[in-house]
């Protein structure tokens, strides 16, 4: 059992930067892809970023990324701290919306990764609000 607990979110301006943390509960939590979901009002969950497990040398620390952020967010995990992190810079006000932290156990590719539907374990959700 994993539980999670997500912060960080708030009110900022368009241009604006803000760090996410989710922490975690558990001993096997670097045996965990981890992944950052949102969901704006009215529209369906989206996949934001993941971290593959650590441990192994085919996927320690690999990371993905929806193509709406790449290169302004960044996930990233620190197994000793239980905790992963999402790094947002070049906040827009599309950006704005519930971001969750989840938990997957198994997963296969790049694919699966992405699917919500394969994490087993989900945070409450902090609030991102970017104003224009």
């Known amino acids: 059992q994993v539980q999670l607990v997500e912060s960080g979110g708030g009110l900022v301006q368009a241009g604006g930067s803000l760090r996410l943390s989710c922490a975690a509960s558990?001993?096997?939590?670097?045996?965990?892809?981890m992944g950052w979901f949102r969901q704006a009002p009215g529209k369906e969950r989206e996949f934001v970023a993941a971290?593959?497990?650590?441990?192994?040398?085919?996927?320690?620390?690999?990371?993905y990324y929806a193509d709406s952020v790449k290169g302004r967010f960044t996930i990233s995990r620190d197994n000793a701290k239980n905790t992963v992190y999402l790094q947002m810079n070049s906040l827009k006000p599309e950006d704005t919306g519930v971001y969750c932290c989840?938990?997957?156990?198994?997963?296969?590719?790049?694919?699966?990764?992405?699917?919500?539907?394969?994490?087993?374990?989900w945070g409450q959700g902090t609030q991102v609000t970017v104003s224009s």
């Open positions: 989840a938990a997957v156990p198994y997963y296969s590719d790049s694919t699966e990764i992405r699917d919500p539907n394969r994490y087993h374990y």
């Open positions: 558990g001993r096997t939590f670097s045996s965990y892809g």
């Open positions: 971290i593959s497990r650590s441990g192994s040398i085919w996927s320690d620390g690999t990371t």
